[in-house]
């Protein structure tokens, strides 16, 4: 994994018009990127759409980038994420059901990594996620993995929607008290 | 910190969970509410750094060339050359997939690192939870989705405001549509870019506490939370196709009048956030451009809580893109001498609203 620092450096060079830093940001970042997207998008040819609009932006807006609000990994993730979120709800909710791989509830959550791995706000996230009780750390984690609305997590788990959208505005309000902003 | 409710929704947009209705919501809040951009930003740093723990996935080897091949549609730096094509792969993968496929039921948190664990406190049983905070979240969503319904119509039929050289740049809708929503994001940043060159994050915090005590304390001096009843009732933007939209403030917590103006049907609305009326004088609107030597009036502000009307003068959609706009606190009835005479209070510059979904035809 690249230095922190390097990716930063890299999205610098990008804003200025650097293209040789622009593929080394994209060999750096693409398996993450494509990881999170084939999760929530279920489909690679959707993913990889996906993947040419996130880049684009990122070459375009590398400007914008401040690495003081997030570490350039977060900030494309972001953008890639949000992107596919807005896709799979206006797509409509029921073409999860053509995909039997996003409904493999067993295979949700990524394998355990180790320490080194983590970083500090990670660890933070991790032990404020810890602090809730199970069921409502899988349906954060659910959500975020696999991009899943309340009603998806409601019909996945089998929990009224009602339930999801308490646990949920809860959960959130729980993880911002315990982080402490 | 700020509104719960709407720090929730803040969250949950980050977190995805919104249907499609209350993320376009949210999106129009993100551009019109620097209090809702920087909750949503903090959002995305504290929920951001679950990707680690997302699997690494190697794209197949030619979305890099489609990715280069992108390249003549969008050239932003004038200085850079043309990306070529690079057919290898400059370098190896750097996060590999795991060899090991995904546990059953895999730990939150690593079970040989005691240390990072963290006694689970169960929270208590849903029958059990405080019906009164239960309850006040499901009423402000309910409330803040409520809202925006016509808005939203708005958002759907009416054209939106297209440069002629913004959608010939691009081969097609989708590609207009990326830039768009990148326009959406990088107004988010624009409004939110005071907080970067001024105060760090903790700060805001502070400067939000301090806000939303003003509203609790002087709630006629800062009316952002009734915000859903205003729109519900006021014949204000949502009847116009909202297109551009200028934040005028004095200071970065507190909006104090949102402009909105559509060049469509050449109308203005200004809507008053949070300055108050001052007896015996007049908050009056001007347009600030290169092309003029003056700041041009648009008008006293009325006293209600929208101000609509058609825009005065000739001004072309480029002119009303690229100007400044403000409001200045005159005599009643506004400046007796056509330029602004007392103190400009609020100023802010016109950036372009929500986009909408489908263009069709206005009457």
Known sequence: MLMQAELVWL????????????????????????????????????????MQETYLKVWTM?????????????????????????????RGEISIEDEPE????????????????????????????????????????????????????????????????????RSLLEIRECMGH | MYDDAQDALAAEYVLGTLSADEREHAEALLTLD??????????????????????????????????VAEFGAVEPSSEAPPAAPVLATAEPPVETPPETP???????????????????????????LPEAVSDSIAASLAKSLAEPAEERTERVTAP??????????????????????????QLARGVSRWRRMTVVMGAIAALLALYIGLAQFAPGLVPLGPRTQVVAQAPGPAQLGARLVAVLQQEPTAPAFLLTVDPQSR???????????????????????????????????????????PIPG????????????????????????GVPTGPVLFTGKIVESVPTAAPAPRT
């Open chain 1, 62 to 90: 590398a400007d914008k980038f401040d690495p003081t609000l997030a570490s350039p990994i977060t900030w494309m993730v972001a953008m890639a994420r949000n992107r596919a979120i807005d896709i799979v709800r206006k």
């Open chain 2, 314 to 337: 000739n001004f072309d959609v480029a002119t009303l893109r690229a100007a400044s706009y403000a409001v200045s606190l005159e005599p009643s009835g506004g400046s007796p001498s």
């Open chain 2, 160 to 185: 939106p405001v297209v440069p002629p050289d913004v959608e010939s740049k691009f081969e097609s809708k989708d590609e207009y549509k990326l830039e768009r929503s990148a326009n959406v994001v």
């Open chain 1, 11 to 50: 999205v610098g060079a990008v804003a200025k018009g650097d293209t040789a830093a622009f593929e080394r940001l994209y060999g750096a970042t693409r398996a993450k990127l494509y990881g999170v997207l084939l999760r929530i998008l279920g489909k690679p040819e959707l993913a990889e759409e996906v």
């Open chain 2, 102 to 128: 995904p546990a059953e039921s895999p730990p939150l948190i690593m079970a040989d690192e005691p240390g990072t664990d963290s006694i689970p406190i169960p929270p208590p049983p849903v029958g059990e």
């Open chain 1, 102 to 169: 996003a409904q493999n509830v067993a295979a949700e959550t990524p394998a355990p990594l180790a320490r080194r791995e983590m970083t500090e706000e990670l660890k933070r996230l991790l032990s404020c996620l810890g602090k809730l009780d199970p069921e409502k750390q899988r349906i954060v984690l659910l959500a975020y993995y696999s991009g899943w609305s309340r009603e998806q997590l409601s019909t996945k788990l089998d929990i009224p929607v009602n339930t999801i959208k308490t646990w949920l505005r």
């Open chain 2, 267 to 309: 109308t203005l609305v200004v809507r008053r956030v949070s300055a108050t009326p001052e007896a015996g004088r007049s908050y009056e609107l001007w347009l600030i451009s290169s092309q003029f030597p003056a700041p041009k009036s648009l008008g006293v502000v009325g006293n209600d809580e929208f101000t609509q009307r």
């Open chain 2, 34 to 67: 620097p209090g809702f951009a920087a909750s949503v930003r903090m959002w995305e740093r504290r929920l951001g750094e679950l990707n680690v723990m997302v699997e690494a996935v190697e794209p197949p080897p030619e979305l890099w060339d489609k990715i």
